[in-house]
């Protein structure tokens, strides 16, 4: 069975604090994204990743940075959190090649700063 | 600038009744589109979604969707609504040779007994 999973459920930070967010997804999936997911704004993409240590920018990359180390990993770093990153982030994967399919979510990491 | 557009942003019906929810999308070109179903505290999971061929689309739960290239549209329909529908609707439209998937500001329904 298709398996995101990410690091934490609820993070609490305060501002100005490094925060890492973790996501692992098991289908051997090229393509790995992360998304902040707003009220009222729907899912916007941060970054996205093709293949180990290669990422591509999104939307909205300001004030984040990611790390892929390992296939099956995807890290999204806030480097000095602040209140307007208070969101909902979730991650997903998908195979890579030419023809698109689906998007696999993990269940989220609803991210408070302080 | 690219874009998807849900015109319906909240939408409350009792069981039974038809649902339809809008979705328009800017982009010119071939493109796959898809409706994303987020139920309360569970993941995003796919709904439908269209690649090539019929352009009335089955889905999970009785959901179907058609696509209307003249009109640039993706619309979510239902003929019989449950209370279980209670959710968050999410269409989003990938263009072909990019990999950046586009979502809607998403439809918040929720269905009454």
């Known amino acids: 069975d298709v398996k995101v999973t990410q690091s934490s459920r609820y993070l609490v930070k305060r501002t100005g604090e490094k925060v890492f967010l973790e996501c692992v997804q098991d289908?051997?999936?090229?393509?790995m994204f992360w998304y902040r997911q707003d009220p009222g704004l729907g899912l916007r993409l941060i970054y996205f990743?093709?293949?180990?240590?290669?990422?591509e920018k999104g939307d909205i990359p300001e004030g984040y940075s990611v790390s892929r180390e390992k296939k099956e990993r995807f890290s999204l770093i806030l480097e000095s959190a602040s209140t307007n990153q208070t969101s909902m982030y979730l991650c997903?994967?998908?195979?890579?090649?030419?023809?698109?399919?689906?998007?696999?979510f993990g269940p989220g990491t609803r991210l408070t700063v302080l | 600038a690219q874009s998807v557009s849900q015109h319906n942003h909240h939408v409350i019906l009792s069981e039974a009744a038809s649902l339809e929810l809008g979705c328009n999308y800017s982009?010119?070109?071939?493109?796959?589109l898809f409706w994303y179903v987020q139920y309360p505290g569970q993941h995003l999971q796919l709904l439908l979604k269209?690649?090539?061929?019929?352009?009335l689309v089955k889905g999970i739960k009785g959901f179907e969707a058609e696509f209307i290239k003249s009109k640039f549209s993706f619309n979510l329909r239902k003929p019989s609504v449950q209370w279980s529908d209670t959710a968050e609707y999410f269409c989003?439209?990938?263009?072909?040779?990019?990999?950046?998937?586009?979502f809607g500001t998403g439809t918040r329904l929720q269905v009454f007994p």
């Open positions: 990743s093709y293949d180990v240590k290669m990422k």
């Open positions: 269209y690649f090539s061929g019929d352009p």
């Open positions: 289908m051997d999936h090229e393509n």
């Open positions: 989003a439209v990938i263009k072909k040779r990019t990999d950046k998937l586009i």
């Open positions: 997903a994967s998908t195979p890579g090649g030419e023809t698109y399919n689906e998007q696999f």
């Open positions: 982009y010119g070109g071939t493109v796959n």
